[in-house]
C-alpha cells in the first residue's frame, strides 16, 4: 500500500525535473520576441506574459502546448481534440486575469476542457502545471472523452480543485488537490441538474494527494469507475459516494486501497448537504458499490456522516442497496469505525479490521 502510493509521488517529481530539465534545450529556439508563443511545428512553446489561449488557439489536433516556468495570468478554453497542454511542473502557474478574456473566465474557472454530451471532446491531456485562486473550479472538464489530468498542483481556488461532468474514460492521476472550497476532485453526471447515473466507461482517480478541502473525492451520480491509491487527509469528508432516486442509480463501483486518515475540519452546512467532519468514507443512495482494501483511521467528528466507513440514506431518503465493504482496516474513527446508519438492504460486511461499529456486531 505505501509503497504503491510513493511511487506515484516520486514519479510526478521525476516527471516535473525532466520537464524541467528539457526547458533548457529548448531556451534557445524558444527565445523568440515576447509578442508571440513559438511554433515548432506540433509543438508551441510559450514563455511568461505570452497568451496560452493564443496558442491553444492555433494547436491542431494532436499538438502540445508548453508553458516555460512562470505565472500566466488569464483563464485557458481547450476546444481541440487531441491537444496536450504541459507545464514545466508547479512552477508553471495559471492564476485568475481580467475575467474577460475568453467563456471559461467569465464562469469563473482556470482551465475548461469543453465539449458536449452528444459530442465529447476527446483525449485531452492536461499535465504537470499549477492552478490557483480562481472563483470556481480550478480545472474544469464538461463533455470530453479520455481525458487525463496528472501531476498538477490545483490549489486555493472557491470551488473544485478538478471538476468533471458528462464525460467518460478520464484519468485523473498523480495530482495534489489541495484547499479548494470544495471537493479536491469532484466527478458528476451533471454539475447543476438532475438525472440518472450514467457508466464512466472506466474512469480512474489514482495516486492524488487531496488535503484541506471540503470533501477530498466525490463522486455523485456515475457508474463504473474507480477511486484507488489515493492520500486523503485533512479534509472534512475523505470520500463521498452520492446517489439518490434517479434512474440508473449510483453505484456499481470501487473505492480501494486509499489511505483515508484524520479528516476532521469541520464544514458547515450547505444548501445540498449538512455539516461534514471526521467523515472518512461515506456512502448515500448507492448500488452495488464496493469499498475494499483501505485504511481509515482517526477520523473522528459529531456530524451525521463522522465515522471511517459511513452508510447513510440520500438527502431524498433513498437507502443503500448491496454495498460492500470488505478487507479494510480501520481504527481510531469517531464515533465508530464502521456506521451503519442505513435502512439499506443486503449489505455486506467482511474481513474488516476494526474496533468499534454501529451497531455493534459489524467488525
Known amino acids: 500500500m505505501p509503497t504503491r502510493r510513493v511511487h506515484h509521488l516520486a514519479a510526478a517529481t521525476a516527471a516535473a525535473t525532466a520537464l524541467t530539465t ?42 502540445t502546448v508548453l508553458l516555460s516556468p512562470g505565472t500566466y495570468r488569464g483563464s485557458v478554453r ?19 486575469g481580467d475575467g474577460t478574456e ?7 474557472h ?25 472563483h470556481k473550479n480550478g480545472i474544469n472538464a464538461s463533455g470530453t472523452t479520455g481525458l487525463t489530468v496528472r501531476r498538477t498542483y490545483v490549489h486555493g481556488n472557491a470551488q473544485q480543485g478538478i471538476s468533471q461532468e458528462m464525460s467518460t474514460r478520464a484519468t485523473i492521476r498523480g495530482n495534489r488537490s489541495t484547499d479548494n472550497g470544495q471537493s479536491g476532485v469532484f466527478l458528476a453526471n451533471y454539475a447543476y441538474r438532475e438525472g440518472g447515473s450514467p457508466d464512466t466507461r472506466g474512469t480512474v482517480v489514482e495516486g492524488n494527494e487531496l488535503t484541506g478541502n471540503r470533501v477530498g473525492v466525490t463522486v455523485r451520480r456515475l457508474r463504473g469507475l474507480a477511486v484507488q491509491g489515493n492520500e486523503i487527509s485533512g479534509n472534512c469528508g475523505g470520500v463521498f459516494v452520492v446517489g439518490d432516486e434517479g434512474v440508473p442509480r449510483a453505484g456499481d463501483l470501487d473505492v480501494r486501497h486509499n489511505s483515508v486518515v484524520a479528516n476532521n475540519k469541520f464544514c458547515p452546512a450547505n444548501p445540498r448537504l449538512g455539516a461534514i467532519q471526521g467523515a472518512g468514507i461515506v456512502l448515500t443512495g448507492t448500488e452495488d458499490t464496493r469499498v475494499t482494501d483501505n485504511e481509515v483511521r482517526d477520523n473522528v467528528g459529531t456530524s451525521d456522516f463522522s465515522g471511517g466507513i459511513v452508510l447513510f440514506k440520500s438527502a431524498v431518503g433513498v437507502s443503500n442497496t448491496r454495498a460492500s465493504i470488505t478487507d479494510n482496516r480501520l481504527s ?21 479490521t476494526c474496533e468499534r461499529s454501529e451497531p455493534a456486531g459489524r467488525c
Request: aromatic share 2%; net charge negative; glycine share 12%.
Open 78 to 96: 481547450i476546444t481541440t481534440p487531441g491537444l496536450t497542454l504541459r507545464g514545466a511542473g508547479p512552477t508553471s502557474v495559471i492564476t485568475p
Open 332 to 352: 481510531g474513527n469517531g464515533p465508530a469505525d464502521l456506521a451503519d446508519r442505513d435502512s439499506g438492504t443486503d449489505t455486506t460486511f467482511a474481513r474488516n
Open 22 to 63: 528539457a526547458f533548457v534545450t529548448l531556451a534557445t529556439v524558444a527565445a523568440a520576441p515576447a509578442a508571440n508563443a513559438v511554433d515548432l511545428g506540433p509543438l508551441h512553446v510559450v514563455q511568461p506574459g505570452e497568451s496560452i489561449q493564443r496558442a491553444v488557439d492555433a494547436a491542431r489536433p494532436g499538438d
Open 110 to 134: 482556470g482551465i475548461c476542457v469543453v465539449g458536449t454530451e452528444e459530442n465529447p471532446l476527446p483525449d485531452v491531456t492536461i499535465e504537470s502545471l499549477a492552478v490557483t485562486g480562481f
Open 102 to 108: 475568453n467563456a471559461c473566465a467569465t464562469a469563473g
